[in-house]
């Protein structure tokens, strides 16, 4: 069993600062690539920045510049730090892993994801 946990959403005024965290626990055996997706009411969820297990990083344009993707491989850790917040970045985060389970199977996990709403 692999799970995946995310923390650190909330509520925070427009030009504040939050950061997400995913814990990834159970029967690891590797973790690819992981992300971080958003889904805002009424849209579909997007891809906000991924980050391979090398530590190559891509960003949402709509992100870029605001949006710090990074990754504690030791402590199986995603994290997503959010400066200069906007309205428009309201939605709920996912994290994402593709990860390698000690019986050598391989699949996408999702945590449940975190609100993250952002007040003008």
């Known amino acids: 069993q692999v799970q995946l946990v995310e923390s650190g959403g909330g509520l925070v005024q427009a030009g504040g600062s939050l950061r997400l965290s995913c814990a990834a626990s159970?029967?690891?055996?590797?973790?690819?690539?992981m992300g971080w997706y958003r889904q805002a009411p009424g849209k579909q969820r997007e891809l906000v920045a991924r980050i391979t297990s090398a530590g190559t990083t891509t960003y949402a344009e709509a992100v870029k510049g605001r949006f710090t993707i990074s990754r504690d491989n030791a402590r199986h850790t995603l994290y997503l730090q959010m400066s200069n917040l906007k309205p428009e970045d309201t939605a709920v985060y996912y994290c994402?892993?593709?990860?390698?389970?000690?019986?050598?199977?391989?699949?996408?996990?999702w945590g449940q994801g975190t609100q993250v709403t952002v007040s003008s």
């Open positions: 159970g029967s690891i055996g590797g973790i690819n690539a």
């Open positions: 994402n892993a593709d990860i390698t389970t000690w019986s050598w199977s391989r699949r996408d996990y």
